[in-house]
């Protein structure tokens, strides 16, 4: 969690709250083996920019034991009663105790009296997977913003992580969000967050009683696609020119329900006027979150 707000994206900025604190891991090498398969992931997807399309399997950085290696990041101090909201944010990894294993940068010092936790993937994935080049600039974007108050925190981030084997220019994270309302975009570069849809109902068992991301400021950039917010798009290249046609203005519930962005259809499964054709259109969706959001629509009105 290198880059600023990156923690307060999942447990609110305020418990985020405080300095981080940089040290060097002893014993672990960082790697590009974290994949994962977006194709039916029910709660987080890359989707390609050019047509929003779901991505397959992508890979994400993970740290692994490694006898005489050692990686450097940050110390975050996190509420013991947010462990759960981290936990949910870093599904795949598992937490480890690290305990012991730290250096810190001078002049800071490790409370001797917390312990310190690193996030990591249990199974590693052989087969290379690619990352999306946001997703790895963000690690480095990080490291830099650090190394100006200190020194030599960039270099040692640069010679500890590795270059993944592909880079992928046109990937875009979205995630639900623990209270499974909201529908998120992440602004990869600077760990912003941008609201795409306010779902009616739960679409699944809540992890959170609330968003920790709705505590902070919406980021403007994308605010149109929100249907409270519907606007000009600031950011017309992250978003495919017919997807933003079909979504701006007043939404008509049928071409919605008929639209080749999974987006646009997801967006009609929220409106009151959508037709019982229309419904039964997208409780057949090949996509999963739609088949679920309008499921949760129609088990609600039965």
């Given at each position: 969690?290198?880059?600023?707000?990156?923690?307060?994206?999942?447990?609110?900025?305020?418990?985020?709250?405080?300095?981080?604190?940089?040290?060097?891991?002893?014993?672990?090498?960082?790697?590009?083996?974290?994949?994962?398969?977006?194709?039916?992931?029910?709660?987080?997807?890359?989707?390609?920019?050019?047509?929003?399309?779901?991505?397959?399997?992508?890979?994400?950085?993970?740290?692994?034991?490694?006898?005489?290696?050692?990686?450097?990041?940050?110390?975050?101090?996190?509420?013991?009663?947010?462990?759960?909201?981290?936990?949910?944010?870093?599904?795949?990894?598992?937490?480890?105790?690290?305990?012991?294993?730290?250096?810190?940068?001078?002049?800071?010092?490790?409370?001797?009296?917390?312990?310190?936790?690193?996030?990591?993937?249990?199974?590693?994935?052989?087969?290379?997977?690619?990352?999306?080049?946001?997703?790895?600039?963000?690690?480095?974007?990080?490291?830099?913003?650090?190394?100006?108050?200190?020194?030599?925190?960039?270099?040692?981030?640069?010679?500890?992580?590795?270059?993944?084997?592909?880079?992928?220019?046109?990937?875009?994270?979205?995630?639900?969000?623990?209270?499974?309302?909201?529908?998120?975009?992440?602004?990869?570069?600077?760990?912003?967050?941008?609201m795409l849809l306010r779902f009616d109902r739960p679409q699944f068992a809540p992890a959170s009683v609330e968003a920790p991301e709705a505590r902070r400021p919406v980021t403007a950039g994308l605010e149109w696609l929100d249907l409270r917010r519907r606007g000009p798009p600031a950011r017309p290249g992250r978003i495919p020119a017919a997807l933003a046609a079909e979504l701006l203005g007043q939404p008509d519930p049928g071409r919605l329900a008929l639209s080749p962005f999974w987006l646009c259809r997801l967006t009609a499964t929220q409106l009151e006027t959508?037709?019982?054709?229309?419904?039964?259109?997208?409780?057949?969706?090949?996509?999963?979150?739609?088949?679920?959001?309008?499921?949760?629509?129609?088990?609600?009105?039965?």
């Amino acid at each position: 969690m290198l880059a600023e707000g990156s923690l307060a994206a999942s447990i609110g900025a305020r418990e985020a709250a405080g300095d981080a604190l940089p040290a060097r891991l002893h014993g672990y090498a960082r790697s590009w083996d974290a994949a994962r398969d977006f194709c039916d992931n029910p709660r987080k997807r890359y989707v390609h920019v050019a047509d929003w399309r779901p991505a397959g399997r992508v890979a994400f950085a993970n740290l692994r034991p490694a006898a005489g290696s050692t990686v450097n990041g940050v110390c975050r101090r996190v509420p013991r009663a947010h462990l759960d909201e981290l936990d949910f944010r870093e599904q795949g990894y598992r937490r480890v105790e690290v305990t012991g294993m730290l250096t810190p940068y001078p002049p800071h010092v490790l409370d001797a009296g917390l312990p310190c936790l690193a996030y990591v993937d249990p199974a590693p994935d052989p087969l290379p997977a690619p990352v999306s080049r946001a997703y790895f600039d963000m690690g480095r974007l990080g490291a830099e913003a650090i190394d100006r108050r200190v020194p030599g925190f960039a270099a040692d981030y640069l010679a500890s992580t590795p270059e993944p084997h592909l880079l992928a220019d046109d990937l875009a994270f979205v995630f639900l969000s623990g209270d499974a309302r909201h529908l998120w975009l992440l602004n990869e570069p600077d760990s912003s967050l941008v609201m795409l849809l306010r779902f009616d109902r739960p679409q699944f068992a809540p992890a959170s009683v609330e968003a920790p991301e709705a505590r902070r400021p919406v980021t403007a950039g994308l605010e149109w696609l929100d249907l409270r917010r519907r606007g000009p798009p600031a950011r017309p290249g992250r978003i495919p020119a017919a997807l933003a046609a079909e979504l701006l203005g007043q939404p008509d519930p049928g071409r919605l329900a008929l639209s080749p962005f999974w987006l646009c259809r997801l967006t009609a499964t929220q409106l009151e006027t959508l037709s019982e054709v229309s419904c039964a259109t997208l409780a057949a969706d090949p996509d999963p979150w739609i088949r679920r959001a309008i499921h949760v629509r129609l088990e609600t009105h039965s």
